[in-house]
């Protein structure tokens, strides 16, 4: 099962910054908050990812309460192109094996509007 | 742009047919990975290779017969599939402790 809860559903002005929260209360030490968003009838992309500190990359910023407990994913200035499914994910830190699992949620659908 | 490629874009197939679905990547990475996603739900892992073994089945039927014939290419073979089984096919790769990419995916009707 899924370890975040995120809203269903949002709405954001273009232009505006669009800010996803999401819930992952039973986050342990070892795991990492990644954002991946999903545009339809495309694959997953990758946004960002942090541990413990906030973070900032070209296409959005990272919040990570003190505790760890909740996130927000910001987008600063919100396009039309932004519409898509956001996915916020909690993974295991790195065991250095080849691979690791995602598991996704049921995300949040943004919508950006004219 | 996506740098992993997924064929063929759309397939639809009946029962009793035998496919293959076909990715393949070129930044040489060591995982690779099958997910299916239905509509409006969110992608399930279904296969994981690491180094062309495979590490993780999540329990999926043996209709589907995963391959992972080289490094950069994995296939998903199909036989004898459910209409249930229509889907969004997508497969991602990762190196190491990097993101995975994704693919665009195939999308699978079953007649």
């Known amino acids: 099962d899924a370890k975040t809860t995120q809203p269903p559903s949002m709405d954001c002005a273009e232009g505006r910054a669009a800010n996803l929260p999401c819930n992952h209360s039973?986050?342990?030490?070892?795991?990492?908050v990644y954002w991946y968003r999903q545009i339809h009838s495309q694959g997953p992309q990758y946004i960002i990812h942090?541990?413990?500190n906030n973070e900032t990359n070209e296409m959005a910023s990272l919040i990570i309460t003190e505790d760890r407990k909740s996130s927000t994913l910001i987008l600063p200035h919100a396009t039309l192109r932004d519409t898509a499914v956001y996915y916020c994910?909690?993974?295991?830190?790195?065991?250095?094996?080849?691979?690791?699992?995602?598991?996704f949620g049921k995300g949040t659908k943004l919508s950006v509007i004219p | 742009d996506t740098e992993v490629t997924q064929t063929p874009k759309h397939l639809v197939m009946g029962m009793t047919n035998k496919k293959s679905l076909k990715c393949e990547q070129h930044m040489g990475h060591r995982a690779m990975y099958w997910y299916k996603q239905k509509a409006k739900k969110p992608p399930e892992l279904m296969f994981v290779?690491?180094?062309?073994?495979?590490?993780i089945n999540e329990s999926v039927p043996s209709r589907f017969s995963p391959e992972c014939p080289n490094s950069s290419l994995l296939n998903l073979h199909l036989h004898a599939l459910q209409p249930e089984d229509s889907a969004l096919y997508l497969c991602a790769s990762s190196q190491g402790n990097q993101p995975q990419h994704f693919g665009d995916g195939t999308r699978l009707s079953i007649l």
């Open positions: 942090g541990l413990k």
């Open positions: 290779y690491s180094y062309e073994k495979l590490s």
């Open positions: 994910i909690v993974r295991e830190v790195w065991s250095g094996a080849g691979s690791y699992q995602l598991t």
């Open positions: 039973t986050i342990s030490g070892n795991e990492y």
